[in-house]
């Protein structure tokens, strides 16, 4: 039971880390099938379990505007894992990322200072900070994402719109459910306190580090759709991941747009290319809205290996591996993640 239990808290640790302007005579594009996964379980025959992360190529009907790449990103990775990105981030003519607030790129200045569940956790698995590890200081590295003021604002419209529901719960739902996420966040609540100590002793053992390393791939690498479409969410926490993710993506669009109806009108100033640095668990949407809106056509994928585990070199035993992965397909069928 116990061992369960903590399976049962690995694969919630996992899920919370996975939220205008063109020119006339835009194309009307064709129905698509929903977007194929971002995220995949690639096994090595020496034994080696790898979650990789695609860079998805978007590419335009209209022959002169700008390729879109979609540079999915799962927060936490190898050193080689981000030096790669960077190198092809920088060759990039515009990059835009994500991070509320973050207009000014003034996360560059306060990422390294008090307690965060992300950093500690990549430190504990011997991996990589995605904002450790990417230098963003580049000009073509541009912002795109919601203000301070406007998530406040969302969250604030969202809490009018529901709160005429069953006894108002709609109304705090959505700012309790950020604030518990938050707190769990920074380890200022007692259910982060139990998770910091949870991931300090992670460190402590390479079996445990192994177990936690297959657990957090086998639940992204289930992912299908976002967590907004998470039906086994407490409908607060749905909320929230809808906020999260369709309304910071509708700056991304916006911002998208933009940029490609400035490409239409300069030639002097016309783009090759755009690419969308953004959390793997945002691409699905951001996939659909780009083809709908702006006339885009999935490309090509590539697939780049985030980190990787070798249970067996780590201690893990064949119960222990073939455990994790039941546990981890039961609470993703349990929360409506994967259909089979």
Known sequence: MVRRGLLGFLIGLALVLGAVGCATQRPAPAPLGPP??????????????????????????????????????????????????????????????????????????????????????????????????????????????????????????????????AGGAGAEGGDAALGELMSVMDGSSWAGVFVKFGVAFIETSPKLRATVKLVLIETLGAMEGDLGDAQGLPPSMRRLMEVLIRERNSAVIRDTAKAVARSRASRRDRLGSVAIFYGAGHLADLEKRLCAELGYRPGTDEWRTAFDVNPRKSGMGTADVAMARKMVREQMRAMGMKKN
């Open 36 to 165: 194929k996964p971002i995220l995949r379980i690639e096994e090595g025959t020496n034994g080696t379990v790898a979650l990789q992360v695609a860079v998805r190529e978007l590419v335009p009907l209209r022959r002169k505007d700008p390729v879109i790449r979609l540079v999915g990103v799962t927060h936490l990775g190898t050193k080689e894992y981000y030096a790669g990105l960077q190198e092809m981030l920088d060759r990039e003519p515009l990059v835009l990322f994500e991070g509320v607030g973050a207009t000014n790129k003034e996360f560059l200045s306060t990422k390294e200072e008090g307690y965060s569940l992300q950093p500690a956790l990549a430190k504990a698995l011997g991996l990589r900070f995605q904002l450790q590890a990417i230098n963003y200081a580049g000009s073509n590295f541009v912002n795109s994402d919601l203000t301070m003021a406007e998530l406040a604002r969302v969250m604030a419209g969202n809490a009018k719109e529901n709160g005429s529901g």
